[in-house]
């Protein structure tokens, strides 16, 4: 990732996790574990979860869990982080995520599909309703950021993630500016 990229992207994330008192958050698809090892810093008592560990690292501040997001308990958080995630799941996924969050407030960075997208995607699709294309996640067992067993995963374009958001629940949504990249931004989601 571009230093610019990162930079930003930890800008848009210590904003956003400035406006709330510090509580219980869990960091899904955590990765490299940057983004829990800031809130941690910021007060947070954090869970981490992501499929593969070996990013993870070493801090006893945070509770670290190598575990399918798919299979992850989203309740008992103040706060819930996807960061970098949601594009790499399919749309049941990303439904099931969201019906599983809702009632929490969320911080989610996402790419969204645009007219001018930043990778390959597939022709415009609509898939369980929504609008929006597919990305192709090339050889995900040997690359340490890509999806965990889903071959394909689903970007929704920005009318139908933002109905996505708002069916389960989430009936504000406020998208950081200047985004990240032309088609990414971090989206604080707030429950009715
Ligand atoms: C692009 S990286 C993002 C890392 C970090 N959250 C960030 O925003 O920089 C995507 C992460 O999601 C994890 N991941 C993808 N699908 C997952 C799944 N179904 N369950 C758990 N982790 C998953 C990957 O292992 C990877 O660490």
Redesign the pocket.
């Known amino acids: 990732m571009r230093r610019a990229t990162a930079t930003r992207r930890f800008q848009l994330f210590d904003s956003l996790l400035g406006l709330f008192p510090p509580g219980k958050a869990l960091d899904l698809?955590?990765?490299?574990g940057q983004?829990s090892l800031r809130a941690a810093d910021a007060g947070w008592e954090v869970t981490a979860?992501?499929?593969?560990d070996e990013?993870f690292p070493e801090d006893e501040r945070v509770r670290w869990i190598q575990?399918?997001?798919?299979e992850a308990d989203l309740d008992g958080y103040d706060l819930v982080f996807c960061?970098?995630?949601f594009y790499?799941?399919t749309i049941g996924d990303q439904l099931t995520l969201l019906r599983k969050a809702s009632g929490t407030p969320l911080i989610l960075?996402t790419h969204l599909a645009s007219p001018r997208p930043t990778k390959p995607l597939s022709a415009r699709v609509t898939a369980e309703g929504y609008q929006g294309r597919y990305y192709q996640e090339k050889a995900w067992e040997s690359r340490?950021?890509?999806?965990?067993k889903n071959e394909v995963s689903f970007w929704p374009n920005a009318p139908s993630f933002y109905r996505m958001l708002e069916e389960h629940g989430y009936s504000a949504v406020f998208a950081g500016s200047p985004w990240v990249t032309k088609d990414r931004t971090f989206f604080l989601c707030l429950p009715g």
């Open positions: 698809g955590a990765g490299h983004f979860v992501d499929a593969r990013r575990q399918d997001v798919r960061l970098g995630l790499h799941l960075d340490p950021t890509a999806s965990w």
